[in-house]
């Protein structure tokens, strides 16, 4: 558990009720479902914030609004996919989950394949190096969906 007492001594608590009593509202709107071109800005395996698990995790910039209620140029969509200790079913388990980063992968022009969690790390490692400078890639984005980020088209740039 989290010893807050020394951060509760380091502030003038009224000042501070103050202060949030007369901030403005801070709003931040998901981005909605659409059409647009992204950069890829991360892309890993790495571990949840648990850290008991292995993740994909990408992290894409939206470059161009192609198509939606607004333009969102500049913001930021994800697409974070467990990779192990997921639960053990024909529908989803580990196999599923990393079938689907790869297929995903393929869908960029980059064909991966999985033989132990550290190489595919490391492949994954490579084929952002490779990709983040040199492509941007057309993609149909639903947050609300379990694959939120489907690729149209991959530019070179």
Known sequence: MVDFSKFDQMIDSKKLKEDIKNAADVSFDEVPAGTYV???????IKP???????????QAK???????????????I???RVISGNKVSDN???GVAIKGVITWLDELGEEIEFDSYS???EDV??????LHD???VEVEYDPNKFNPISIVEVYDI
């Open 38 to 44: 992204i950069g890829i800005e991360k892309m890993e």
């Open 92 to 94: 989803w388990n580990d």
């Open 125 to 130: 490692n490579d084929i952002f190096e490779d």
């Open 48 to 58: 949840t914030k648990a850290g008991d698990k292995l993740m994909f995790a990408l």
């Open 62 to 76: 939206i470059k161009k609004t192609i198509e939606a209620p607004k333009k969102q140029d500049n913001r930021y």
């Open 119 to 121: 190489q595919f790390a």
């Open 134 to 136: 040199s492509v941007e």
């Open 78 to 80: 994800f697409f974070n």
